[in-house]
């Protein structure tokens, strides 16, 4: 049951009659939340067409220039979101135990392969498990959500797979990327 059903069933309050609900997912990361906050590239809210409550969301988030999706739409474009992270990750975690297992040098590898146009991504952060709290828990949470619907989804299954045995293997990131990104400018 969604939230406002629960509202409605477990107490008789309605939404536009007794309060306004939204959603406002957050895209934030751990080590730089409040300037995140304050250069969104991406600010999605969730509600029932209420061009009210539109324009105080648009007042509220003046900067961020928010865009309007269904409650659903929203918080799928979240989990979406993360499960895109991690799976960018998981990757460069393949290539990384493989690389490990050639002797190759993956830092070089990490540094060359982006220079082609629309793979400037930082995620070539690898050679640990994805920490944190979004990407754990929304992977997992997804990957439940789907098999709950029969939706078979065997990257998603892989990717955490993937995250599992560089945890088991090496540990988990616990510096943010950008930190990671800053000093390895500095070098």
């Not at 969604?2 to 509202?7: A, D, G, K, R």
């Not at 918080?75 to 998981?90: D, P, R």
């Not at 990490?110 to 991504?121: A, D, K, N, Y």
């Not at 993937?162 to 088991?168: A, L």
Request: hydrophobic share 40%.
């Amino acid at each position: 049951m969604e939230f406002i059903e629960y509202l409605s069933v477990e107490y008789g309050i309605t939404n536009g009659d007794h309060y306004d609900y939204v959603v406002f997912p957050s895209f934030l990361n751990m080590g730089t939340p409040l300037e995140d906050e304050l250069a969104q590239r991406k600010c999605i809210v969730g509600l029932i067409n209420d061009e009210i409550i539109k324009n105080k969301m648009r007042d509220l988030l003046h900067w961020a220039r928010p865009e309007f999706g269904s409650y659903l739409e929203v918080e799928l474009v979240k989990y979406v979101n993360n499960v895109f992270h991690a799976g960018i990750l998981s990757i460069w975690n393949e290539f990384f135990l493989l690389g490990e297992k050639m002797g190759v040098d993956m830092k070089w590898i990490s540094e060359v392969t982006p220079r082609e146009r629309g793979l400037e991504s930082v995620y070539r952060v690898f050679g640990k498990a994805w920490g944190g709290v979004c990407l754990p828990k929304d992977t997992k949470a997804f990957l439940n959500f789907a098999e709950k619907g029969n939706i078979k989804m065997p990257i998603l299954r892989a990717i955490i797979s993937v995250n599992d045995e560089m945890r088991d293997q090496y540990g988990v990131r616990e510096e943010h990327w950008n930190k990671l990104i800053e000093q390895k400018n500095d070098q």
